[in-house]
């Protein structure tokens, strides 16, 4: 094992209880392979006066005599490639003495997490249920994954608590990078971070409540003085607009992603009487108040998000992670054993081990802070991003078949509460995220408009709700084909619910990518509301208008069946309006990002662009040149950007929603005039397209636009467009002014 590095790591007992260590000299044999740490602060398995307890004190660890003098503390830790730990300890009275501690492979394995569920895979009624679900994939569903992805590096940001994630990362997720800098109160981060900033997906930054509250608040009788409670508030604001602002330097200097996790609002009221609950005095309200404020603060700096550690807590329970049956209100960490004498004091009755009473599940927890940021990076990146969620009508939005179960002979009727209310619910939640949502049911149309209101009852959902409506004896493939169609998605973009196994089958047979859910009714709820694939992280203007648009989308291209193309182009009367993205402090630039790594078929290149990396294009002079679109039917909005650089149009991004309607030329003769206007450009413009499985909608548009091609180079096609050429710009459109309110 190699020393040569000189570092210690900190040890928390979370790495060390429930393992078997090898002990014995550096220079000789083992003395045993099956020494333990008890969680009573014992050691087990091996038995000698010189090795009886341990414990850690300010976060180091050390092995102590029967008479709890310390024997032995480690020097360095190293990490093999499986993840196991050896320690190097030296003997403090006597440091030229080394011994080994070498932490052995588990005997069983552990059993292995679920994969993600593959495209199409159904959620059969019987498989899972709350009992079989652990605590991070119920709380972050993975039933709508399709593409396993883990960061490359994480970068820690936080106090005793961020030490015991970091520990406990890197054991879960062995193949992910975890840097850790420790962070209290007036605590200033390096000038920079362990590694260049570009190369960490994310930061986690916790900032500690005790820092923030002070421990002040343990003299809990001064909280009765309203002046005081007042005090403690205003005060914690102060310190965490100090700490915040200092954890952020890497963001505010290099744009990195941060995630910063709320404070654990304590388990029970800390207010003085029942009456007192939630007033000025209780410090459990304090808390809550301190994460409203924290959260509101966030929303200051760019890429930033909350991350809700408190609703995590609460969801596995709180009496299984919250040191506070012990330790003070103010403490706001796991319950862990480390700062207890472990029973070396001598007591006149001995004291059971902690968990005893306190059974911890502090890995669930890590595991699950852990998903809850991995599920946001994967929510900004729009990982599997669902665009659509297509539902099916009888035992699916409702109990039982509408033309069955649902006669006046037949009553009383199947029941509304519970699972069916929730999924009405759930269709409006989708909507209000820019989700589209459409019905493909086998049933008699004029039936289910007639008993629509008998059977959604109360009526808290209508049938016009839903974007599109495919109600007949079709195949469901075949009108799933049509959904996808009139939404201009892919498949592999849409989530088919059914309770029906034989149509489920038959639609991910014709649609090997599309998701189908639906089995369990208990299930269906959850997985589309809290899995990552349905959030979104910014509600931009166009996501809240999407189904508008596509309702208006439908009623062009039905009145574009009735007219000649040049009459239909011409009746438009279709505007384009240009917005130059000069910094990421602009409106528009959630939108942009979106539209970006969102887009995939009318996509030049495919290449999918960062927060940072769009910062740096700006910064190093390149232009992000985004364009709004309205013709009479709707206004589009935000549905196209260029990104370019001195001469270059480097990748060409546009919505298929304004596909057909030349738009696409009509930008890249304004891009090029915009181009040749910018001083010291080329005198020819060049552009560039790489060929994707789903651009064909691109793949010819600088040709129609009067590019020549050039050589291929590393599978990227090139053009160019001359000097003395200028680009075809259709005459229907009119180029327009932004307005600024």
Known sequence: MDFDQNVVFEILSSRLTGKRFAFGPADGPMLTENL?????????????????????????????????????????????ADGLLTLLLIHPPSPQTHFILREMPQEISPPALPPPHAAGAQDDAGLGGIGGLGDADYLFPSDLEVTPTLPSRVLLIGSCLTALYAEQFRTLHPHTHFDYIAYNF???????????????????????LRSVLTDRVVQAMRLNDTAFAKTIMHDAFDVIDVMLDAAMRYNRQHGLLSF??????????????????????????????LNEYLARKIADYDNTYFMDADSVASAIGKRFVLDDMVYFYGHGAVTYQDWDDF????????????????????????????????????????????????????NTLWRGQIAEHYRPDTRPWP????????????????RARGILVAVCSKNDLALVQEKWNDVVDPPFLALNDFACIKINWKPKAENIAEI????????????????????????????????????NPYLTRRILLWAAETQIAHLSDESARREDMVRQQIRREES???????????????????????????????????????????????????????????????????????????????????????GEIVQYVMSCRVLGMEIEEFVVAQAVAMLRDAPETPADITAHLTETKDNTPCRDVYLRCGFQETESQDGSRSFILSEQDMPRSPGHITKTEPEFS
């Open 36 to 80: 333990r740490f008890g969680r009573n602060g014992q050691i087990e398995g091996y038995s000698h006066a010189n090795e009886s307890y341990w414990d850690i004190c300010a976060e180091h660890f050390r092995i102590l005599d029967c008479n709890g003098g310390v024997m032995w503390r480690p020097v360095n830790v190293s990490m093999d």
């Open 186 to 208: 007036v605590s200033i981060l390096p000038d920079t971070p362990p590694c260049p900033a570009q190369d960490y997906d994310f930061q986690y930054i916790q900032i500690p």
């Open 260 to 289: 910063v996790s709320s404070f654990i609002v304590p388990q029970k009221s800390a207010a003085p009487s029942l009456r007192d609950s939630g007033g000025a005095g209780d410090l459990s309200d304090i808390v809550r108040r």
């Open 343 to 394: 029973g070396t004091i001598p007591r006149n009755e001995p004291i059971p081990p902690l968990h005893a009473f306190y059974p911890t599940r502090e890995t669930d927890f890590v595991a699950s802070i852990f998903r809850q940021a991995m599920c946001a990076w994967r929510t900004i990146n729009q990982v599997d991003q669902v665009k659509a969620v297509v539902f099916d009508l009888d």
């Open 415 to 430: 029941r509304t509460d519970g699972w069916p209310l929730g999924v009405w619910e759930t269709v409006h939640a989708l």
């Open 484 to 519: 996808c169609n009139e939404f201009q998605i892919k498949p592999r973009s849409v989530v088919f619910v059914d309770d029906n196994p034989v149509e489920r089958a038959a639609v991910t047979a014709a649609f090997t990518d599309i998701r189908a859910i639906g089995g």
């Open 560 to 646: 574009r069946a009735t007219m000649e193309r040049e009459t239909f182009l011409a009746s438009l009367g279709t505007t384009v309006t240009f917005v130059p993205i000069t910094s990421t402090d602009q409106p528009e630039f959630s939108r942009v990002l979106e539209l970006t790594n969102k887009t995939n078929q009318f996509n030049t290149t495919g290449k999918r662009w960062n927060f940072e990396e769009i910062s740096r294009h700006i910064g190093r002079g390149g232009t992000v040149l985004a364009f709004i679109v309205k013709d009479r039917f709707t206004t589009y909005g935000l549905v196209g950007v260029l990104y370019l650089r001195a």
